[in-house]
């Protein structure tokens, strides 16, 4: 962080700004290799001659690792230096993209993709966390603004660059693409990023770290297999979910005993924050909606209407790219007026476009597709920027980074819910569909439908939790209080 100050300034230094851009690029960087990966699966599956289920690892090993990882990424932030973490993290990452680039066989690119999640985990909650600590809270809205181009445009432009590549050149390229923007982020950072700050001298907690693992990594892994067609699978992943709700207990008693003495591996004090507590819920119930449509409209659009990868993805790199340009906008009118008159009309929209989807057949027309996608995608550009910045602006300085990480823990197990749930969803009304008598297309038709009207009822429950949300002048006056604690002890 910058040096002590005694009062939260109203712009930032050149050290700040340069600061959050280098982690800006850094994030779009890795984010975008979670997405780049998913159309090259069938290639890599021949390519190493696996079977479907295991090439699904590369995919599966790498949520694992994000969800095993983030939690620790509260202690990490208040242990150590931005200039450190970043390093750990684009470190690892880029070692992990180096590895798969090269990788032999299908063992080593496995085990390149875990190195690589590992720094992608830190990565989100470092940037989060950096603002937070960095930016006054009245001004957070539209620097936030610029993190929703981050996550929103880079998983759109991923599956359409992978196309591309993959049209022409070896999968090899998608990682070697990546490697040299990631090498150069991690030189800049590594010399500009601060290392001076406060930190805490807490030690980290093994038996936290050890029941995270089957908590947070079993929860996903329960979450990705229930909704398998292989019964062996979905009796796993039944057996894990039931070890990851024990397991979870335990670690959420553990945290609230170690937190009285701020050792908490992750503290579990910003759930004490109403707003925060309600942004969270909002926040799962976007991204189940948002990640089930991010897996069935590609499906659809392939095995319904017979669209190649290429096709599909510049089909919806529209939607993300103006997702992208509408987010600093939104940002900037959260500032002025905060969450709530931005969170309930963008979670109406998003229920009409799900509900609009469920009406797609095989004959849909591909422009009222695109025309849908592109209202989604105004529907989350006003919700996403205005519920995690409403969630985490009333936070105190010393809870930035636990709150950040675990927004970002949520997020990733709201993705994995919403793609099991609507798969499974889709998948059940394919066979009840294809076993009334239903040709195969139409069969997939209706089960995507099925899946969209799932999603469309989830997605009712923003506009619900946005009613509760704080107005505008008292949001501010919470997140005033976080300003006032910054301001006395010198950080900005």
Known sequence: MSKPSTTVPERLSARDRTTITVLLVSAFVVILNETIMNVALPRLMHEFDVSASAIQWL???????????????????????????????????????????????????LAARVIQASGTAIMMPLLMTTILDLVPSHRRGAVMGNVSIVISVAPAIGPTLSGIILHSLSWRFMFLFVLPIAVIALILGSRLLPTTSERAASRLHIPSVLISIPAFGGLVYGLSGIGSVDAATQQLAIVALVVSLISLLAFVLLQLRLQRNDGALLDMRPFVYRQFTLSLSLMVMAMVALFGVIILLPMYLQNVRGLEVLNTGLLMLP???????????????????????????????????LFGYTRLDENTSLVIIVGLHLLMSIALAFIFTPAFTAGLNPLPHSLHSHGSAMLSTLQQLGGAAGTALLIGVMTAGTLSAAEAGKDAIAAQASGFSNGFMVAAFVSLGIVVIAAFMAPAKKAKAEAALDNHELSSQGVH
Do not use: H, N
Request: net charge positive.
């Open 59 to 109: 995919a599966t090993a790498f949520m694992l690792t994000m969800a095993v990882v983030i939690p620790a990424t509260g202690y990490l932030l208040t242990r150590f230096p931005i200039r450190t973490v970043f390093i750990l993290a684009m470190g690892l990452f880029s070692a992990g993209t180096l590895l798969a680039g090269l990788a032999p066989g299908f063992e080593v690119l």
């Open 319 to 353: 939607g993300g790219l103006l997702m992208g340009l509408l987010a600093p906008f939104v940002g900037k009118l959260f500032d002025k007026v905060g969450a709530r008159p931005l969170l309930i009309p963008g979670g109406m929209l998003l229920s009409a476009v």
